[in-house]
């Protein structure tokens, strides 16, 4: 997380999960780390899944469908993208898709992060 010059590092990790699941869960736990509302948000992530979603704004048609997705099934995830909805409603924020493993700095440095969670779990077993 990045404010001005500022940089604050998070990093976690969960057991039996999915990357899906982590992609959302540290978008959730940076958005969870900002107190005061109504700021401007700016995401960049590697993640199609999370930057679809909110750019073609499927969350809206899963909130209308009863969080059903286009083939009649539940939304995976429907839990995190709860969370999600929830914290980005008092934000104005804005989601970038950027290539991963492609060098960009601060992509490589989230990365690294996520090694340094997976680490920290399997370090529990």
């Known amino acids: 997380m990045q404010y001005g010059d500022k940089i604050k590092e998070i990093y976690g990790g969960e057991l039996n999960t999915t990357n899906q699941r982590m992609e959302l869960t540290a978008c959730i ?5 900002i107190k005061q509302p109504g700021c401007k948000i ?12 909110m750019h073609k704004k499927w969350y809206i048609k899963w909130l209308r469908n009863g969080w059903k997705n ?16 929830t914290l980005i409603s008092s934000h104005l924020v804005k989601f970038s898709k ?3 493993h492609s060098g960009n700095k601060l992509n490589d440095r989230a990365d690294a992060l996520a090694r340094k969670g997976i680490e920290q779990v399997r370090s529990y077993i």
């Open 29 to 33: 736990k940076a958005l969870e780390q």
């Open 42 to 53: 700016h995401i960049l992530t590697d993640s199609a899944y999370l930057v679809n979603c």
């Open 70 to 85: 286009s083939q009649n099934k539940p939304v995976e995830n429907r839990d995190l993208w709860e969370k999600l909805l």
């Open 98 to 100: 950027v290539s991963g």
